[in-house]
């Protein structure tokens, strides 16, 4: 998997002013910025710029990012790369994170990718999980400097440690493929996959949910859980994950499966999954039976129900309603012997 170098950052931003700061101490004059930026007041910046200047990382890397950004600020590159870069010798990895984008781009000065190197080294000692994926790109491109696998590596599982959702992906992608200096672990690969789409990463959560729609890789065939994985994939804007959200909706909506009763107890019916579609917990189930008389088979719909529990290989129903009340010789027809084979159509509600 080719690794993208791209910085995403959120950070607060405001217009800038050259309002001078009066406060005790320059973390106040940070906190105080921060205030005024959530009140629209065009002077934050300025509170921003006397902290940084006061050596508060935080206000250099918001500085840093809005004469970067243009926002609400003239832009400036090469001012922003100069605050960015204060940032990160400070010790704010967002700030490095930044810096690293600007150079990247060649905005502010060259491109220079033994800086990149640099920059994202910093971050990851920083213990910022971004700055940790970055620095595995550039170990493994390899970008400024020789291809080093392990670094490359050892900087992705301390991103993943720390978060970074995207770092926890790539990890399993090389397990999953066993490249990149490791050992194929397919196990372990899903564990950091189903890692990366809690920490964060859109592609992971993809990832996993086709992997439960199809029960693949040791997971358990789950739609509705695939459902929710793709859902929160959409959320983070992954427009794939929100064609398939789509389409697996609609596929779900019903669907039949076949079964062998367990047993029934009053209106509870325990019966063992065979094949077809898994319902979900919830939806109601009509279910019917093959019953054979004069040398014909017929489909009888014996009860109508609702999914109560759900198994890998067994299902719990609670009977609503019993339809069929045949009898033979006198005796009513007993629907619900052990063994017998059952189809079970069912609907979401």
């Known amino acids: ?38 009140g629209d007041d065009a002077t934050a910046a300025g509170f921003f710029e006397r902290a940084c200047e006061s050596g508060v990382a935080e206000g250099c890397t918001e500085l840093g990012f809005l004469l970067m950004e243009g926002a609400l600020v003239a832009r400036d590159d090469a001012r922003s790369l100069k605050t960015s870069l204060r940032a990160c010798e400070l010790g704010s ?19 220079d990718d033994a800086e990149l190197r640099r920059l994202a080294d910093r971050s990851c000692e920083l213990k910022d999980g971004e700055g940790c994926y970055l620095a595995a790109a550039v170990h493994g491109e390899p970008l400024g400097g ?29 397990l ?7 050992a194929r672990d397919e196990k372990r690969g899903v564990k950091m996959m189903a890692r990366g789409c809690e920490t964060g990463s859109a592609e992971a959560c993809s990832i996993v949910a086709g992997w439960m729609v199809a029960g693949d890789n040791g997971l358990v065939r789950d739609l509705d859980k695939a459902i929710a994985l793709y859902k929160q994939a959409c959320e983070w804007q992954d427009q794939g994950a929100c064609a398939n959200e789509k389409k697996l909706r609609a596929a779900t909506a019903s669907g039949t499966f076949i079964v062998k ?5 009053s209106k509870r019916v325990l019966v063992s999954y065979q094949e077809g579609d898994m319902p979900p917990v919830g939806a109601v189930v009509e279910v019917s039976r093959a019953i054979g008389t004069a040398g014909v088979t017929l489909s ?15 299902i719990e129903l609670e009977i609503t309603e019993d339809l069929s009340t045949i009898t033979l010789d006198g005796e009513k027809m007993n ?4 063994g017998a084979v059952l189809t079970v159509k069912w609907n979401r509600l």
């Open 1 to 38: 998997m080719k690794l993208m170098l791209l910085v995403a950052t959120v950070l607060v931003a405001g217009p800038a002013s050259a309002a001078p700061c009066e406060l005790a101490t320059p973390e106040a004059c940070y906190e105080r910025g921060v205030a005024l930026f959530k």
């Open 93 to 111: 990895g967002l700030g490095c994170n930044n810096a690293f984008a600007m150079v990247r781009d060649g905005r502010g000065n060259k491109r």
């Open 146 to 174: 020789a291809l080093d696998q392990k670094k490359s590596n050892d900087a992705l599982e301390k991103g993943c440690k720390l978060e970074f959702g995207m770092a926890c992906a790539v990890v399993a992608h090389r």
């Open 176 to 182: 999953m493929e066993g490249t990149f200096g490791f």
């Open 261 to 265: 009763l367990g047993r029934r107890s």
């Open 300 to 314: 009888m719909s014996v009860a109508k129900g609702v999914v109560k529990k759900v198994e890998p290989k067994s």
């Open 335 to 338: 629907h619900w012997t052990a």
